[in-house]
C-alpha cells in the first residue's frame, strides 16, 4: 500500500534556528512530491518537486528530493514565528494521477 | 490567482440531517477534491471529480455523496449526518494534466467546520 511518513511529527524550536523536516514515501511509480504549509486554516502550496537533487528555495525555505532514498526534505533558516505551522507533504503515483497521498505533517512551533 | 471558496466556515447540524457542503473554484480547474482533517489521521479524500458530471470515489466516499453539475462548482452531500462525520472538510481544485505527467498543485479553500450533535 502507498504511503508518506513525515518525521518528526512535532517539533518547538526558537526563533533564528533552522530546522529540517522529512518526508519519506513508499509508491508505486512515484510522480511528484509537495510540500504544503497549513496554519489555521487550509494548506498553501510550497513547493513541488519531481527531479533528484534539484534544490527549490524561496526566501528562507528550500526542500529537495532524492529518488534514492526516496525522501525528500524541507529546510527553514532563521526561523520566524510566522513560521509556526503544521508543514504537510504529498506524493503523486501511478495510476490516477490526480490523486495526492498525504502525510500526517510536521507540526512545527517557532517561540520567540 | 486561483480562488476557492466554501459556502460556510462554520456549520452545526442535527444527527440525521442531510448537509451540503458548496465548493466553488474561479480557475476553470478541471478537477476538484474533497478531503476531511482529522486530528492524527490527516487529510484523506473522500471523492474528486476530474470532468462535469464525472466522480470518483476516494479512501472514506462512506456516508457521503457528490455532485458536479458545472465546471466550477462541486457539491458534497451527506445524506444523513452522524456525529462520526464532525470534522473540517476542505474542497481543493487543480489542472488536470496529460497522463503520465506530474499532477499540478491543488488549492484549498477556507475549509468548512462542521459539527453533528
Known amino acids: 500500500e502507498d504511503k508518506v511518513v513525515q518525521s518528526p511529527l512535532s517539533l518547538v524550536v526558537h526563533e533564528g534556528d533552522t530546522v529540517t523536516l522529512n518526508c519519506s514515501y513508499e509508491?508505486?511509480?512515484?510522480?511528484?512530491l509537495l510540500w504544503y504549509k497549513q496554519e489555521k486554516k487550509a494548506p498553501t502550496f510550497l513547493f513541488m518537486l519531481?527531479?533528484s537533487g534539484i534544490e527549490k528555495k524561496s526566501g528562507r525555505l528550500s526542500s529537495i528530493l532524492d529518488k534514492k532514498e526516496l525522501s525528500s526534505i524541507l529546510n527553514i533558516t532563521a526561523t520566524q514565528t510566522g513560521d509556526s505551522a503544521i508543514y504537510l507533504c504529498?506524493?503523486?503515483?501511478?495510476?490516477?494521477?490526480?490523486?495526492?497521498?498525504w502525510g500526517l505533517g510536521t507540526s512545527l512551533a517557532v517561540n520567540p | 490567482d486561483v480562488k476557492v471558496t466554501q459556502s460556510s466556515r462554520y456549520l452545526v447540524k442535527r444527527t440525521g440531517e442531510k448537509v451540503f457542503l458548496e465548493c466553488v473554484q474561479d480557475m476553470d480547474h478541471e478537477n476538484m477534491f474533497w478531503y476531511r482533517q482529522d486530528p492524527g489521521l490527516g487529510l484523506r479524500l473522500i471523492y474528486f471529480?476530474?470532468?462535469?458530471?464525472?466522480?470518483e470515489k476516494g479512501d472514506i466516499p462512506e456516508g457521503y455523496s457528490v455532485s458536479r453539475e458545472k465546471k466550477e462548482r462541486f457539491s458534497l452531500i451527506l445524506e444523513s449526518a452522524s456525529t462520526n462525520q464532525t470534522s473540517m472538510y476542505l474542497c481543493?481544485?487543480?489542472?488536470?494534466?496529460?497522463?503520465?505527467?506530474?499532477?499540478?498543485?491543488?488549492?484549498f479553500g477556507p475549509g468548512t467546520r462542521l459539527t453533528v450533535t
Open positions: 509508491v508505486t511509480n512515484f510522480r511528484s
Open positions: 481543493a481544485s487543480s489542472l488536470r494534466r496529460g497522463a503520465g505527467l506530474a499532477a499540478y498543485e491543488q488549492y
Open positions: 471529480s476530474y470532468d462535469v458530471k464525472m466522480k
Open positions: 519531481t527531479s
Open positions: 504529498a506524493v503523486q503515483g501511478a495510476g490516477n494521477n490526480r490523486k495526492l497521498i
